[in-house]
């Protein structure tokens, strides 16, 4: 690997999403790729997940705010806000059931051991092409082999 993939690596591994990228899927993959590699310190890159999914959630907690104000004699410009408000509201409490989602998967990944998941890497290469079959049969020969004559 060369200098500048290693350190895209690193910074990966220690929480860099890739430009896009899905928060959730980013985290899955790196919990397992930390976990299957020997020379990862895989606790140090669950303890790095928790906490950017606690970071999360707390934002999204933060953003979910106050519920509307009660009904009544209430603009109609208001009650737009109101509404874009709990909207935003709504898919501030989504962002936190996906962090504590998370944040219990990662606990249940913690529990499980991830120092006995590595494995070494092999240098042997994987096999190609098809298996070996079963030996031609021969022309005129029935599939079931010879039979003898009655």
């Known amino acids: 690997m060369t200098t500048a993939g290693s350190a895209a690596a690193e910074a990966w591994l220690d929480g860099a999403d890739g430009a ?12 397992l790729v930390a976990m299957s590699m020997p020379t ?5 890159v669950l303890n790095g997940e928790r906490s950017r999914w606690r970071e999360r959630s707390v934002a999204a907690r933060g953003a979910a705010g ?4 009660e009904p ?5 410009a208001q009650l737009a806000r109101e509404a874009r408000a ?3 509201a709504s898919a501030a409490r989504a962002e936190a059931r996906l962090a504590e989602a998370m944040l219990a998967w990662l606990d249940e990944v913690a529990a499980a051991g991830p120092d006995g998941a590595s ?10 092409g098809r ?10 020969t029935p599939a079931g082999g010879p039979q003898a004559d009655e």
């Not at 009544?72 to 109609?76: D, N, Q, S």
């Open 86 to 88: 709990r909207l935003a």
């Open 40 to 44: 990862v310190d895989a606790r140090r």
């Open 20 to 31: 896009g990228a899905d928060p959730w899927h980013e985290s899955v993959d790196r919990v």
């Open 72 to 76: 009544g004699a209430v603009a109609p």
């Open 131 to 140: 298996r070996p079959s079963a030996p031609a049969v021969a022309a005129g």
């Open 119 to 128: 494995f070494a890497p092999s240098a042997e290469r994987p096999r190609r």
């Open 66 to 69: 106050p519920g509307a104000s």
